[in-house]
């Protein structure tokens, strides 16, 4: 990373000279370009990766591209429990070894999935619930990450606890009825049988903020407060034909927790967005210094568990999409390019000029996820002609409505009208950038309208 921006420094000093002497400079910034995911992910200090399935390791075809284009890998199934401890206390590392081996011969890292999960229980467990369930599960939890101490990066220690929906809360599961203190019990285990691995919470539909995401947030925050060892968050990112606005703005919330963050699964269904969204959602992660990879659920599109969504960045025949160059140019391009999602380019350009006059000072727009007996509001902070160097918004909430959390800004108040003042890194604004904050309250807040102020 170091080297790729002393680079770029060095360049704009050779064309600022040479301008200066009234040269004709002709730039190749292609030079300093990665030419696979992998080289170019490396240069910004971050991983690119693939789930694999290992039955798939003797297929040239695909090994040529996993092993050219991709430095982690993630096992789509064979670390899984049914897979691994297939009988009670009888353990089967056959697959999941296969992956590490193939992983330290060509300089891949491993990422571990998934220790606890409600899914792809092997049947024993799927029969067992109470403190003989909660044993047997600490036991696969200690025993698979002892097995595998020092060969693992990251373990998604707990896979999918959250429930869908505007809850905010946990999923049902056997797991979850052992206990609400089964996911920490899980990630005290897995730290103990191998503290060298980073330590993974890992869901979907969480890309942006929304309900479930904030659930999730809440307990990372909650583990971080209490000292229950979590060192990362998993975005799944199986996605459709749209990207949420705030997707960067989540993960940097969970970012800013403490934690580092890593798209775990990425694919996105085929259509006229798809490119745009690998785009986006890698110039997301390029824009988070916390997220540190990115991982691809598969190579090709037919070796995809989404079959004819055609959801990755390769077709069957082990060519590279549009999408794929989307993914590469937005790793060249390295943080600072915002991450905009999808917008089909206009038909028409635009025709009348703009009438209306900058706005001196600042505005604030709100947009507000809510659910019964609480919302989630994000709040966009857009700098008029002269910008800003700090910036303050009052929001009235309704009467029952308060504020319990706040992030990328600090709260004053948490009833009645609430200021938020700016922090340090998002205060000063050039004219039209837009900075973001949130904040998660209980009551019912519709209709909220925000006045900002400048300084
Ligand atoms: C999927 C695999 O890709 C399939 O082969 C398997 O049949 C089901 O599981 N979230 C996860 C992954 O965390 O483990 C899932 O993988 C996809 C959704």
Redesign the pocket.
Known sequence: MKHKRALRAAVTIAVTGALAAGMTVALNPAAAAGTTLKAAAAEEGRYFGA?V?TGKLSTGAYTTILNREFNSVVA??EM?WDATEPQQGQFRYTGGDRLVSHAQANGMSVRG??LL?H??QPGWAQGMSGSALRNAAINHVTKVATYYRGKIHSW?VV??AFADGGSGARRDSNLQRTGNDWIEAAFRAARAADPGAKLCY?D?NTDGVNAKSTGIYNMVRDFKSRGVPIDCVGF?S?LGTSLAGDYQANLQRFADLGVDVQI??LDVMTGGSQASIFGAVTRACMNVSRCTGITT??VRDCD??RGSDNALLFDCNGNKKAAYTSVLNALNAGPGIPTDPPTDPPTDPPTDPPTDPPTVGCSASVSLNSWTGGFVATVKVTAGSAGTSGWNVSVPLPSGASVTNTWSATATGSTGTVRFANVDYNGRLGAGQVAEFGFQGNGSASGLTPTCTAS
């Open positions: 789930a399935a789509e199934n899984k999935h998934a999960w899914a792809q998604d896979n999918e890992n979907y799944q199986h775990t699964e659920w598969g995809s568990w």
